[in-house]
DNA sequence: CACCAGGCAAGTA
DNA sequence: TACTTGCATGGT
């Protein structure tokens, strides 16, 4: 279950926070993210799902365990434009070579290729170390901390930003880092309630709240209106 | 056919 | 600081 709300925290944002969770977690159940087998293959997904659809990635992906190159070691050996040839179907894919050749040079050269060891540190000195790889963004760091390293870090992303502004709890000129606080001043400090959180977050967006679509059905339909906060 | 997807960096004013 | 643009594939 969920512990304890931290001390310094608005109840009534608390409330509605939780409100939603449970409206989301009621209709979607266990979402069970991210689908990966590894950490580093949740790294690779994050920085190949950047603007772009899911299953793309997953052709991408099922062409790195195919050629044998999803690990560090053979990443990095491997020439940047047949790295991109590889993940092709994921899109911007000359971009994304670069950027997971940054990645993958990063943990070489720092962590000598360990996960393990690149996570045996502060995550928010990690984030910032992240944040200075080409290619990683608040987001992509945010990914990474949580879903590979298992760190409490609340993941904004395009969905969390559409739902709460069609609530009306957002102007729209927040910053990132502003409703990462929204939802971690005001939530236990919890890595399965993030992980969680954000997972019915983009399965809500996907499923009611893209832009072609109506909200027809959405669970959070019935929902209390804003959180408040910024309106 | 047009539209869009689980961002980010670089360029411009 | 606050916009704008380029990057690209495959599903719906």
């Known amino acids: 279950m969920i512990p304890q709300a931290p001390i310094a925290c608005k109840p009534g944002i608390v409330l509605r926070l939780l409100e939603m969770y449970e409206r989301l977690e009621k209709h979607f159940g266990n979402l069970g993210w991210w689908p990966a087998e590894t950490p580093f293959e949740v790294i690779v997904g994050a920085i190949l799902t950047q603007n772009t659809a899911w299953m793309n990635v997953t052709y991408a992906i099922t062409n790195l365990k195919d050629a044998g190159v999803l690990s560090a070691p053979t990443l990095y050996r491997l020439p ?4 991109a040839t590889i993940i092709r179907p994921s899109g911007y894919h000359h971009v994304k070579a670069k950027r997971l050749a940054a990645f993958v ?65 957002l102007s729209g000129k927040e910053s990132y880092s502003d409703i990462q606080s929204l939802f971690m001043d005001n939530l236990p400090v919890s890595v399965p309630l993030y992980n969680q959180y954000h997972a019915l977050l ?13 909200c027809e059905n959405c669970p959070l339909k019935e929902a209390t209106g804003t959180i408040g906060c910024f309106t």
């Open 105 to 169: 040079g990063f943990l070489l050269d720092e962590y000598n290729g360990s996960l393990d060891d690149m996570f045996a540190q502060n995550h928010w000195v990690l984030r910032r170390k992240l944040l200075r790889i080409h290619g990683i963004g608040e987001e992509t760091a945010d990914c990474i901390l949580l879903y590979a390293g298992e760190k409490p870090v609340f993941i904004v992303d395009v969905y969390t930003r559409r739902i709460l502004e069609r609530h009306g709890s």
């Open 80 to 83: 940047i434009d047949t790295l």
């Open 202 to 214: 983009v399965q809500t967006g996907k499923t009611f709240c893209r832009k072609e679509k109506k």
